[in-house]
């Protein structure tokens, strides 16, 4: 169980246009998503936390106009990168919560992650 | 805020033999969670063991166990019996807990299992 999927897992775009990620929990509802961001070689770091059916909350020093974050529903959060420049290419994880049994745990499943690269 | 420090980007073992990873950190948290998170080339992100900060006993999953000092606030990952499987990023993890499920991970250590 608690398995977290990502589409695509690779996309190329040309600079200036924007691109969307899904993020999907397969075998629960998810009640908060996370999104992160990681260069190669580095650790992950936490880009916003997605609450469903409200506001994404941004970590300091991520634009919330470019990463726009959309929790529409319980099994699905969405990334989209907006006008898209070479420098937002980099590898983007999502992770999920289950509140039936993270609750307790505090842990987080993570999606595959997608690779994003910007012409 | 809270910080997760490794010290050791990288190390290398032998097959069959033990390896352990440092992990400290910065909390001022009387209980929380730590996790130790596999990152192989694949790069999806594997649980690799938890530990709750208000649980003396040491945490412990098959070949990997930790040892959590507490007062000391370490936490390091033994893996025994290495196997060239093992062979990927490691990331040392802490939540605050208390409602807050948010993650702060370590820089990493990146393990080679040598055959």
């Known amino acids: 169980g608690a398995v977290v999927s990502q589409h695509p897992s690779w996309v190329i775009c040309k600079s200036g246009t924007s691109v969307k990620i899904e993020c999907r929990s397969l075998?629960?509802?998810?009640?908060?998503m996370f999104w992160y961001r990681q260069f190669p070689k580095q650790s992950l770091m936490l880009m916003a936390t997605?609450?469903?059916?409200?506001?994404?909350?941004?970590e300091q020093g991520v634009e919330k106009d470019k990463f726009l974050i959309n929790h529409a529903s319980l099994t699905l959060s969405t990334l989209t990168v907006t006008s898209a420049h070479p420098e937002d290419s980099s590898f983007y994880i999502c992770s999920a919560r289950d509140p039936m049994t993270s609750e307790s745990s505090y842990e987080q499943y993570f999606g595959p992650g997608t690779r994003l690269t910007v012409t | 805020a809270q910080t997760v420090t490794q010290s050791q980007p990288e190390m290398s073992v032998q097959e069959a033999e033990t390896v352990t990873l440092s992990c400290t950190y910065d909390t001022s948290e009387s209980n929380y969670y730590l996790f130790w998170y596999k990152q192989p080339p694949s790069r999806q992100m594997i649980l690799v063991i938890r530990?709750?900060?208000?649980?003396?006993q040491n945490a412990t999953e098959n070949r990997f166990s930790v040892n959590f000092q507490k007062a000391a606030k370490s936490f390091s990952l033994k893996i025994s019996d290495s196997q060239l499987g093992d062979t990927a990023m490691y990331f040392c993890?802490?939540?605050?807990?208390?409602?807050?499920?948010?993650?702060?991970f370590g820089k990493g250590t990146k393990l080679s299992v040598i055959p």
């Open positions: 075998d629960f509802q998810a009640t908060t």
């Open positions: 530990q709750e900060a208000y649980k003396q």
């Open positions: 997605s609450n469903e059916g409200s506001k994404a909350t941004y």
């Open positions: 993890a802490f939540s605050a807990g208390a409602g807050s499920y948010q993650l702060t």
